[in-house]
């Protein structure tokens, strides 16, 4: 079994940083491949947004709305993906998640994995 674990979230102050992190790992015996990994959010009463990805060669996407405030990178030797976000205010209040597109054999092609997100909480 694939999952994603996402870390970092709680209560932050505005003005303050924001880092999160996602980590992608499998139960022993289980090989997988990630071919791209991205971060989502959804505030209260809204839909839920991309807020960047980053593919396999470590090319960086981001949503026309963070771009120039949100900092995506991978690591791909421990399968975890950052997200750096400062200075804070309460409008980046909203659960982040994890997402990638993975391959995990024998089930053929790649396949979306979400995980359960972590609450980003921004106090005036």
């Known amino acids: 079994q694939v999952r994603l674990v996402e870390s970092g979230g709680g209560f932050l102050q505005a003005g303050g940083s924001l880092r999160l992190s996602c980590a992608a790992s499998a139960a022993s015996g289980i090989e997988f491949s990630i071919s791209a990994m991205a971060w989502y959010r959804q505030a209260p009463g809204k839909q839920r947004e991309l807020v960047a990805s980053i593919s396999r060669g470590d090319t960086t996407t981001y949503a026309d709305a963070v771009k120039g405030r949100f900092t995506i990178s991978r690591d791909s030797a421990k399968n975890t993906v950052p997200l750096q976000k400062n200075p804070l205010n309460p409008g980046h209040a909203a659960v982040y998640y994890c997402?990638?597109?993975?391959?995990?054999?024998?089930?053929?092609?790649?396949?979306?994995?979400w995980g359960q997100g972590t609450q980003v909480t921004v106090s005036s």
């Open positions: 997402h990638a597109n993975m391959r995990v054999p024998p089930i053929p092609g790649t396949r979306h994995y």
